[in-house]
């Protein structure tokens, strides 16, 4: 009986096999990835959407799914997979310098690919035995990084980035504070409220909506010109929230803002925060991976070990692909406190090895493997591997930086951290004035120049960089290095070069 077909319920599919259907697909990939750091190919080709539709026709794969899909050839979709890489943004390009991600390590990419055939999820060690004692090591190891003190007592789970890593945060905070919440809701409990700097992620808003804590009670604390929360404000604003009947229960501090990369002193928020019996919670999606590194820690860090919890992103410094992220806390057996619900069709306790089980300690059923790409890298590049990335990254923002400083048409627009660089093109009539003291004819000219050089650089497919205003100054150029591997100081000369070329045609018109 097992020999026989089922002529039945026949099995509906290609007439190729996989491996037939993925091994051209694995050449286009790797057609792309020998080529993503060749400086002489576009960052990217620009389309509209009538355009990007109207290549995907041509290839015989509409880009929209109509009512009725039919099957279509294999050679057709391989046709549309290289419209795909021909019109994406290409990441990988030295010149990608826009967001805070960018080209990523092949031996992370394999392990993402593994991940991807071996298909499980991650939520009981029944179908992923292997990925949670891996899951864990991993978190172990970054537990380690923060410090001896917080690697102790911890635990921690991989997440959809660090919003998701934040929101984990403020919910164990308001667990701590508030137990009662899961089941009686926010009705008729305290009233709370948590303190962020002006310039920490949005995703801390986000969250105090999602939880219902709304976001009239969590407070934008004033920050200093680097970005960096002013400890005496969140003092202040304690005592204002207080007065006002309500409780505070949670801080959320930043390693490496968005904008400027600022990193909050994390000694004095840590004594405030033990004085007010507030949750500490740190923001390291962009700043934190300076851990890894001797060089820049002991500066940027001081006082790490004594917060509550922390988020990674590996996707970024430590370039992983999209997404590798993960949260810490130093007090075990919490999160499951605080999320878990006991399926019974799913953690059952006389199951084989039940108690390995990371599910139940999440908010979500579903868990993607995004453990194995990290776990590979760091036996790939050893400590020492991701310490010298962080380092080069570093030391390309101080390259640029200086470049800058040297040079009469750009100006620094907030002194250098460690990984942002901001600044400004100047016009040639405009290059005495201070952008962030200027006229508001003088603001208006400033933060028009930006986004036109971006956009003709973007057309013509030179360089992706990012620009905003910030604390009413005019926009400028955000830089980040997430790539370091692929950049180069050629590179920087050239970008800049480009900048004020584009800049000196482009000034004239306004």
Known sequence: MADQQDTKFPMVGWTVSGSDFLKPLTEIAFRYLDGGTDTTQPVVKIATPAELVAAFDKAGVSLQLADEVRPTESQKLLSACQIIVDYSVHTAHPHFLNQLYGHCDPVSMGGDWLAAALNTNVHTYEVAPVFIVMERAVIDKF?????????????????????????????????RVDPDVRTRGMTGGPMLVAFVSDQAHYSYQK???????????????????????????????????????????????????????????????????????????????????????????????????????????????????????GFLVKHPNMLKACNGMNATY?????????????????????????????????????????????????????????????????KMAVPLVLFNVCFWYLPADLRSC????????????????????????????????????????????????????????????????????????IESQL
């Open 143 to 175: 537990a380690r990084v923060i410090g001896p003190e917080f690697a102790k007592h911890h635990e921690g789970l991989f997440v959809p980035g660090c919003s998701i890593a934040n929101l984990y945060g403020m919910l164990l905070a308001r667990f």
């Open 207 to 325: 969250s105090a909506m999602v939880m219902g804590l709304g976001l009239n009670n969590i407070v934008a604390v004033k920050s200093d010109i680097m970005g960096a929360m002013l400890p005496e404000e969140l003092e202040a604003e304690v005592v204002k929230a207080r007065a006002a009947g309500k409780l505070p229960f949670f801080v959320g501090a930043t390693a490496g803002s968005t904008v400027t990369g600022a990193f909050d002193d994390f000694n004095k928020l840590a004594d405030i925060c033990a004085k007010e019996s507030m949750w500490l919670h740190v923001d390291g999606a962009w700043g934190g991976c300076a851990l890894l590194s001797s060089m820049h820690r002991v500066n940027l860090c001081a006082g790490i070990e004594r917060i509550d919890s922390f988020a990674f992103d590996a996707h970024k410094l430590m370039a992983m692909p999209v997404q590798c992220a």
């Open 346 to 410: 799913l953690f059952q306790p006389d199951k084989l090895n039940s108690d390995q089980d990371l599910g139940d300690m999440t908010i979500q059923c579903g868990r993607r493997n995004d453990c194995l790409k990290l776990w590979m890298a760091w036996h790939a590049l050893g400590d020492s591997g991701f310490e010298e990335r962080v380092n080069r990254s570093a030391a390309l923002c101080q390259y640029w930086a200086q470049k800058v400083k040297d040079d009469p048409r750009f």
């Open 434 to 505: 201070d952008p962030s003291k200027c006229t508001p004819e003088e603001h208006a000219k400033l933060h028009k120049l930006a986004p036109l050089i971006k956009a003709r650089m973007q057309k013509e497919g030179l360089a992706m960089i990012g620009f905003q205003p910030l604390k009413g100054m005019p926009n400028f150029f955000r830089v980040v290095i997430p790539g370091a591997a692929v950049l180069s100081m050629q590179d920087v000369d050239f970008i800049l070069e480009t900048i004020a070329q584009i800049g000196k045609e």
